[in-house]
T-cell receptor
Framework: GQSLEQPSEVTAVEGAIVQINCTYQ??????LSWYQQHDGGAPTFLSY????GLEETGRFSSFLSRSDSYGYLLLQELQMKDSASYFC????????????FGSGTRLQVQP | GAGVSQSPRYKVTKRGQDVALRCDPI?????LYWYRQALGQGPEFLTY????????KSGLPNDRFSAERPEGSISTLTIQRTEQRDSAMYRC??????????????FGDGTRLSIL
């Protein structure tokens, strides 16, 4: 089976940097993805890590350590519009070729 | 539109009735996925298709749930003899290529199903 753990809530101020961690246990592993979901909206893709290291996309970066079964999403120069839920998700390379999502981290950005 | 379209947006029905939820993926997208999402939780995998072939239905809760994608485009998720525990947001997603980490899944706005 597959399971993911991430903090339930994080609070930060505008302009700050915040890191959302994700640890996973899987029977197989293909990569770690991150999705953002605003209240009442649909999840939207942010980033993907298939190999160890850092992937940067604008203000957002994502990191993966396969040996530690760990990843994180880094959000820089926080804006109010970044207030949302953030989900890590894994794609197993055996059996199920579909995403298993974590329960999400609710980020609140305060002025 | 350019995105994944789901209908109806809201469905309220009495326990015991059958419901059919529709998903129209982004044109040309090969893979289509169904998820169920409870409030405050991440999407929970139900089933997925590559073209018209159902590749994995291991996430369907029981045999009251079924899905099809007969022509490799529009998909229907059917729930027979609905129960109150089936109440949830049902989301559809599609991806351009076959499932892979670097294949972003594009989600629809979902169907909010309420069973009375």
């Amino acid at each position: 089976g597959q399971s993911l753990e991430q903090p339930s809530e994080v609070t930060a101020v505008e302009g700050a940097i915040v890191q959302i961690n994700c640890t996973y246990q899987t029977s197989g592993f293909y990569g770690l993805s991150w999705y953002q979901q605003h209240d009442g909206g649909a999840p939207t893709f942010l980033s993907y890590n298939g190999l160890d290291g850092l992937e940067e996309t604008g203000r957002f970066s994502s990191f993966l350590s396969r040996s530690d079964s760990y990843g994180y999403l880094l959000l820089q120069e926080l804006q109010m519009k970044d207030s949302a839920s953030y989900f890590c998700a894994v794609l197993g390379d055996t059996g199920r070729r579909a995403l298993t999502f974590g329960s999400g981290t609710r980020l609140q950005v305060q002025p | 539109g350019a995105g994944v379209s789901q209908s109806p947006r809201y469905k309220v029905t009495k326990r015991g009735q059958d419901v059919a939820l529709r998903c129209d993926p982004i044109s040309g997208h090969v893979s289509l996925y169904w998820y169920r999402q409870a409030l405050g939780q991440g999407p929970e995998f139900l089933t997925y298709f590559n073209y018209e072939a159902q590749q994995d239905k291991s996430g369907l809760p029981n045999d009251r749930f079924s899905a099809e994608r007969p022509e490799g485009s529009i998909s229907t998720l059917t729930i027979q003899r609905t129960e109150q525990r089936d109440s949830a947001m049902y989301r559809c997603a599609s991806s351009l290529g076959l499932p892979g980490g670097n294949q972003p899944q594009h989600f629809g706005d979902g169907t909010r199903l309420s069973i009375l």
